[in-house]
């Protein structure tokens, strides 16, 4: 069964563009070429729909790893994230891992976020961030993330904020800030982000697989 992606982040998640008034380019639809062992295995798509102080962002994943031209590992996820604010306010996500569908709701209630998924029903503060939110640069800055996969909360670590050129993986580079993150679970990985928040791209190791994101376009 092919183990998902990254270790990403977080709690407490503060929807940068409309708190900080980063650039409107946060909010470009953007679709990642996803690469293993140098192999292009798939793609991660995320759009986003602004309405007054909320925006809805989707997610689409789809990830199949071949070996002599059979598929050995799948992994697909369809998410729709309502963000208000600094916060996460709804969620509906489907995953299918290798033929095992996983689904999670979120709805907000008062100062917590319902979760509902393969566990039962969980709370935890709202604000709490989910392990899909890259595009979001304040992942960063936070400690726990939940898995929408399994509703697990991941503990992370972030250091650096290294400023550095980025590769694009199509012969550019352009500027960028690099962010070392570490998270429980064996997750680890690195996320760069431009000046203004934009996520650029992502080198990530989950249970014991490599994948690199690089931006199409």
Known sequence: ??????????????????RSGLASEVFEDITFK???????????????KPDGDRV???????????????????????AVDVWQGDNLIRCKSRIVDSGDISDVTMEADGDQLVV?????????????MTDISFWNQNIVHQSIL???????????????GVEEMVDLGDGREVPGIRYEMTGSLGRSGQIWY???????????????????YYPLG
Request: glycine letters at 10%.
């Open 1 to 18: 069964m092919l183990q998902r992606r990254t270790f990403i982040l977080a709690a407490a998640g503060s929807l940068i563009a409309l």
């Open 34 to 48: 996803v690469v293993r062992k140098g192999t292009d295995v798939g793609r991660h798509a995320i759009s986003f």
């Open 56 to 78: 809805t962002v989707t997610n689409a994943i789809d990830i199949r790893v071949k070996l002599a031209f059979i598929t050995v590992g799948s992994f697909k996820q369809d």
């Open 116 to 128: 509902q998924g393969p566990k039962g029903r969980v709370r935890v503060p709202l604000g709490t």
């Open 146 to 160: 939940l898995d929408t996969q399994t509703t697990d909360l991941i503990d992370t670590t972030t250091t650096g």
């Open 194 to 212: 431009n000046k203004d928040g934009r996520f650029l791209r992502t080198s990530f190791t989950t249970r014991g697989e490599k994948f690199e």
